[in-house]
């Protein structure tokens, strides 16, 4: 099975600087098969980026995705107080078919 | 606007059956692969399994043995079984919408959750 290593665990920063989020997979995978989420705390997932670098509908273009074959990126410019929260990569997998990364906590310094 | 609706029992007993289910509104609800997918402190989020409106489901293997999911096109609802559940199950529950996937192309996302359902599992 296919395991998903975000990096860091906890990202402490102040609004407005840039913050850059790891997810790196035990094997390659298409790009198609790269999603983020942002979590809130009380709130279902919301799903910001797939295909590893389309922003879902809605998403404000501060976010942005990249990445390729084992190594993703979400990198979020200019931080607004409404983005600190959990930050999850997740990728589609042969069995279970998605996986889900243990996350990054975006908070605050 | 695509809605997702989900409700059912909040409070289990060790070895009782928990049955969600989840309504779907102001969208498609064919072609697309309806979720199930748990999230809890020690293991985070879960992929429990999908269903299609065709009826084939595909569950997780580490939970196969106890999940039956079904569908209901004529009410746009979809529905989660999980048996003989343990403490192991506690975790907030969400249904949530898969990809609708072309002969070409396929973004495996989830791009619409339900609210999410408590579920503790205790005697």
């Known amino acids: 099975d296919i395991v998903l290593m975000q990096s860091p665990s906890t990202l402490s920063l102040s609004p407005g600087e840039d913050a850059t989020l790891s997810c790196r997979t035990s094997?390659?995978?298409?790009?198609?098969?790269l999603a983020w989420y942002q979590q809130k705390p009380g709130q279902a997932p919301r799903l910001l980026i797939y295909?590893?670098?389309i922003r879902a509908t809605g998403i404000p273009d501060r976010f942005s995705g990249s990445g390729s074959g084992t190594h993703f990126t979400l990198t979020i410019n200019r931080l607004e107080p409404e983005d600190f929260a959990m930050y999850y990569c997740?990728?589609?997998?042969?069995?279970?078919?998605?996986?889900f990364g243990q996350g990054t906590k975006l908070q605050i310094k | 606007q695509v809605e997702l609706q989900q409700w059912g029992a909040g409070l289990l007993k060790p070895l009782e059956t928990l049955s969600l289910s989840c309504a779907v509104s102001?969208?498609?609800?064919?072609?697309?692969?309806w979720t199930w997918i748990r999230q809890s402190p020690e293991k985070g989020l879960e992929w429990i399994g999908e269903?299609?409106?065709?009826?084939?489901?595909n569950y997780n293997p580490s939970l196969q043995s106890r999940v039956i999911m079904s569908i209901d096109t004529s009410k746009n609802q979809f529905s989660l079984n999980l048996n003989s559940v343990t403490a192991a199950d506690t975790a907030v529950y969400y249904c949530?919408?898969?990809?609708?996937?072309?002969?070409?192309?396929?973004?495996?996302?989830?791009?619409?959750w339900g609210p999410g359902t408590q579920v503790t599992v205790s005697s």
């Open positions: 949530a919408r898969g990809p609708r996937c072309s002969s070409s192309s396929c973004y495996f996302r989830f791009a619409y």
């Open positions: 102001g969208g498609s609800f064919s072609g697309y692969q």
């Open positions: 269903i299609s409106d065709t009826g084939k489901a």
């Open positions: 094997e390659s995978i298409y790009s198609s098969y």
């Open positions: 295909g590893a670098s």
């Open positions: 997740q990728q589609y997998d042969r069995s279970p078919r998605y996986v």
